[in-house]
């Protein structure tokens, strides 16, 4: 990785602060907007914020900044707390900015007293062109010098619902020559005749979202109000109605966001992918959302562990998506079931295995793990084996069936080839073999050299089940650059679906349950299963080969 990291210097600041006894207990809080799933960088910020309070003694909030009343929904609020429960954190209280919209509005008239707030008729043209540019002072509005009377009873009527959207503003009296421009004289409410998922129609002026944040982190007493860097000209602002307000002093510190290869991750941006349905929902798996991390079969295990790998940046960086895929890999080879599942099947026969003979052989589930004990698969005369595990003419070093080679059968017994049959075009269909009895998984076969170990499934028990397979949701490295075209860049190859045939065991597969179809990938159950009709997602491949499938 190349990204400048630090070991963690939010972990550093909190020391230092508890050292200096200037808090008893730290409190953070996780403060998603409800206008869309949750997606990895919001995990990031899950657990850098959960991680310091559970690290140094101290609680969490989970606090909706629902301070827009027209892209809020009451199904992402439900979405947001079940994604965070999943991936393994508890929340002390459960805030909504919205429940503030009374103290705020008394904070505004309380500013507007004290001579430090005007209402202002300026259109958002005229307000605009007022701000000046990075490199030129702005203007005063004609409104500015209101009498404090006046923008008492203007900003009353505006709360009254007497002006339409957009006629009236409340602005913060700061400085239009200010060298940030966050600080000539941002808005801090505009008119909205909106209804809004929790207040309703109680309101039709909202606060900015500037005017709310850094409140609402005081009002929790918010020791340590971690945001990303985006927010670093903002602080200025927050901490300037902190101290004209006289209110509890929240410190704000940045780190940067987190972006990973082949993905985006914006709201906004995955909105656009899921209303116009290039993905199956915000859970699609192919998505960097929680919920499709999750569905796809990652665990919340790997996705902690993969943000505890990558620390805290300070400067904005891009992550190789292999980094999560390694973390979720080495999650799942720990817990994962072994199952076997043939996707591309060549039928052999064994033909000194008596007709209508079956039997039941053993077979570990879990190498790394003795605990999860083993499973009996069904063996007889007809069994598939892949198609890239036979070869007519093997090349070098080729371990598998071949002609006149021999290869063990997993958990079963040695065949060795003994001829080849052919369609009309030419093409395999049926590959007869004998098996040695004497082979069987477990015994002492010291004299018979096998190299190569294949896994199998029984024809006549096979279960046939959907694969999916999915590969990276886009075609360039990094997005997010070409943002206007990202459509262009999706991979259209992105998902592939497939018949399998199982083992039978896995008929009784559930949700919760991790596997890996050995020689294949990890899997695990889709939602769109049914009872007659079995779907596994592809989870990640055993092995990175997309690195170099890349260069090719
Ligand atoms: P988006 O641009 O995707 O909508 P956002 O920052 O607007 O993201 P919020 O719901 O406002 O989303 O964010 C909630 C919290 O998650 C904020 O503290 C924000 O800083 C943090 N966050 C959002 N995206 C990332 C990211 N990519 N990396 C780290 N933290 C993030
Ligand atoms: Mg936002």
Redo the contacts with the bound molecule.
Sequence with gaps: MTEEKSANFLEEIVEKDLEAGKYKHIITR????P??YL????A??ICLNFGLALKYGGKTNLRF?DTNPVTEETEYVEGIKNDIKWLGFNWSDEFYASDYFGKLYEFAVTLIKNGLAYVDDSTSEEIAKQKGTPTQPGTNSPYRDRSIEENLQLFAEMKAGKYKDGEKVLRAKVDMAHVNMHMRDPLMYRIKHAHHHRTGDTWCIYPMYDFAHGQSDSIENITHS???LE?VPHRALYDWFIEKLNIYPSHQYE?A???MTYTV????KLLKLVSEKYVDGWDDPRMPTISGMRRRGYTPESIREFCDKIGIAKRENLIDISLLEFCVREHLNKIALRRMVVVDPLKVVITNYPEGKSEMLSSENNPEDHDAGSREMPFSREIYIEQDDFMEVPAKKYFRLAPGQMVRLKSAYIIRCEEVIKDASGKVITVNCTYIPESKSGSDVSGINVKGVIHWVSIAEALPVEIRSYDRLFNVENPALIDDNMLDALNPDSLNKKIAYAEPSLKNATADERFQFMRTGYFCIDSDSTKDKLVFNRTVTLRDTWAKEGKK
């Design positions: 996780f403060p998603p907007e206008n869309g997606h990895m960088g919001h990031k910020s900044d971690i945001c990303t927010f780190f966001r987190l972006n991750m914006s709201k906004r």
